[in-house]
C-alpha cells in the first residue's frame, strides 16, 4: 500500500526501560541494529500498526507497555534503488513513518524474539537513549535523529526519590537534605548543576505536552 507519491505507511517504536534506556535489536542474521518498525496494512490506523508490530517482533501486548507519546505527523526516508525490487522500481519510493514512544510496564522476560514463524531480530540489548547512529543503515539515520529528537522531551523523569529509599535512606531524612541543600547527601552534582527537574523534559504523567504534540488523544496523520 503506497501513498501517491510512492511513501510506504509504517511505524517505529522507541521502548523504553525504567531506566529510559532503548530496546535495540539485531536484525535476523546481520550486523545492523535497529529499532522495531513495520507496515501499515491496509486498514490499520497507525496505533493497532503499532501494537501488531511490537507482538510480531518483540513479543509483548499492550498490557506490557504505556503510550508516553508519538510524532505530529510522518517522518519519510527514500530507500536507494539498489535495496528496491526491480519490479518495484519508479513505483516503491521509500517509508513515511508515525513514531512511538512506548514504555515498558511488565519485564524484560516478556520480550519474546521468537512470537512468529518469522523473526525479524536474533539478539537485542538495553542502550542510551541516544543510540549509535553509525551503526544504522545509512539511509535510515536521518529519520532516526528527527524521531529521537523530537520524542525526547517525553522522557519520563527518573525518580531519585526512590532510588535513595532502596538504599534505607529515611524520607523524612531524604526530604529535609533536598531542602537544606538542594540536592541529598552524597549526590555529586557538576558545576553549575541543579537538582531541579529540567524545565525542558516534561513528566508525561503530571505535565500535559505542548498543544499540538503527542500523547492522550493523537493527531491524525496527514
Known amino acids: 500500500m503506497l501513498d501517491r507519491d510512492g511513501f510506504r505507511p509504517n511505524v517505529g517504536i522507541i521502548l523504553l526501560n525504567q531506566r529510559n534506556q532503548v530496546f535495540w535489536g539485531k536484525r535476523i542474521r546481520t550486523h545492523s541494529w535497529q529499532f522495531p518498525q513495520g507496515g501499515i496494512d491496509r486498514g490499520e490506523s497507525p496505533e493497532q500498526a503499532m501494537f501488531r508490530e511490537l507482538h510480531e517482533e518483540v513479543g509483548l501486548h499492550p498490557e506490557h507497555v504505556r503510550i508516553v507519546a508519538r510524532t505530529r ?3 519519510r526516508y527514500e530507500v536507494p534503488d539498489r535495496f528496491i525490487r526491480r519490479d518495484a522500481r519508479g513505483h516503491y519510493k521509500g ?4 513514531w512511538y514512544l512506548l514504555q515498558l510496564v ?12 518469522h523473526p525479524e531480530f536474533d539478539a537485542w540489548r538495553w542502550h542510551d537513549y ?3 547512529l553509525d551503526v ?3 539511509f535510515k539515520r536521518g529519520v532516526y535523529e528527527m524521531a529521537l529528537t523530537e520524542l525526547a522531551r517525553y522522557l ?4 531519585f526519590r526512590n532510588r535513595f529509599l532502596r538504599s534505607n535512606v529515611r524520607a523524612r531524612e531524604f526530604e529535609r537534605q533536598t531542602l537544606d541543600h538542594g540536592a541529598p547527601a552524597g549526590l555529586d552534582l557538576p558545576p553549575g548543576g541543579s537538582f531541579d527537574p529540567h524545565p525542558d523534559i516534561p513528566s508525561a504523567s503530571d ?8 500523547p492522550s488523544s493523537f493527531p491524525t496523520p496527514r
Do not use: F, M
Open 136 to 138: 544504522v543503515v545509512e
Open 207 to 214: 505535565e500535559p505536552p505542548p498543544k499540538n504534540s503527542a
Open 130 to 132: 541516544w543510540v549509535p
Open 156 to 159: 519520563p523523569r527518573q525518580d
Open 106 to 117: 511488565g519485564h524484560d522476560w516478556d520480550l519474546n524474539l521468537r512470537a512468529t514463524d
Open 73 to 75: 505527523d510522518w517522518l
Open 95 to 98: 517509508q513515511k513513518q508515525i
